[in-house]
């Protein structure tokens, strides 16, 4: 489903388009056009400005129609019609800039979604600390005084900084108990693998020192590396904080959740040894709300 035009063929558009088809495919097999409408119309707020032309998405509906009725769906013209209408109309209405995100959306935010999407699919809840994370750096970046460029550059890498529990085992990630030696040894291969994907996905390359270090150690025990100090990347002694605190007060399958205060008392415990002090000390004002 690649075939955009030359104006047109731009890797936020090569993404959402493949998004479209997938959301397509389900919506033919499930006989329900719903989910498919909706994800166009959050698509269109998200990413106001660079989805590609109108007519595009609304060509891959007769695209995939024609490969998919050959299969085992066949489908209703008229119902077809409908659907290839209602798609033409939501990207073609008008789009409020206030619609869109607070920051600016460019393609490697389109790159990262797709990436986060995968993530979503193999583990929810993976996903969703993820997510966390990248809300918990955006604020640390704030009080830290980081510049706008900064600032965005951590908010994506807290995104994607577990991307590589794509490679790690359900058996391993999901498991409603403590890991073994053996199987810790498995599960800290995720910093590595998902550097590894950044790193394939050419729009993100700049994020791939963040995901590999994120679980760095200021006293340099920390893995893949045993970085110390100001050798481990800023993003990532950032985003090692917002990691380990948001980690402590979500939900795992073999614990509940922390009190944000034990979570707070546990950071400052390792302020210095696991942790940048500095870091540290922006996440307890960040979450105290102290000046």
């Known amino acids: 489903m690649s075939r955009l035009a030359a104006a047109d063929r731009t890797v936020a558009a090569e993404v959402v388009v493949m998004r479209f088809v997938e959301r397509f495919s389900t919506a033919v097999g499930a006989a329900d056009w719903t989910a498919l409408l909706s994800w166009v119309d959050g698509a269109c707020r998200r990413y106001a400005g660079i989805l590609p ?31 290839r209408e209602e798609v033409e109309r939501l990207i073609s209405r008008p789009r409020a800039v206030a619609e869109s995100a607070n920051e600016p959306i460019d393609e490697l935010d389109v790159a990262l979604d797709d990436l986060l999407m995968r993530l979503e699919g193999a ?86 020192p963040a995901v590999r270090n994120h679980h760095e150690r200021f006293d340099g025990r920390g893995y893949p590396d045993g970085l110390a100090g100001s050798a481990i990347p800023s993003a990532a002694r950032i985003v090692s904080v917002a990691d380990a605190f948001n980690a402590m007060i ?15 008392e546990r950071l400052n415990e390792n302020r210095g040894t696991q942790f940048d002090p500095i870091v540290v000390d922006a996440m307890i ?4 709300n102290r000046p």
């Open 53 to 83: 032309a109108p007519a595009l998405i609304a060509t891959a509906v007769d695209a995939v129609a024609r490969e998919l009725a050959g299969a085992t769906h066949s489908l209703d013209a008229a119902e077809l019609q409908v659907v």
């Open 285 to 288: 004002d960040v979450v105290t």
């Open 123 to 208: 583990d929810v809840l993976t996903a969703e600390h993820s997510r966390a994370v990248s809300r918990w750096c955006a604020r640390l970046a704030k009080r830290l005084a980081l510049s706008k460029a900064d600032a965005i550059h951590v908010t994506r890498a807290g995104l994607v900084h577990d991307v590589g529990k794509l490679t790690t085992p359900n058996e391993i990630l999901n498991a409603p108990r403590r890991l073994s030696d053996e199987e810790m040894d498995v599960m800290r291969k995720h910093a590595e693998e998902g550097a590894k994907i950044v790193a394939a996905t050419p729009l993100a390359v700049g994020l791939f």
């Open 250 to 264: 979500g939900r795992r399958p073999y614990r509940p959740p922390f009190p944000p205060a034990v979570a707070l």
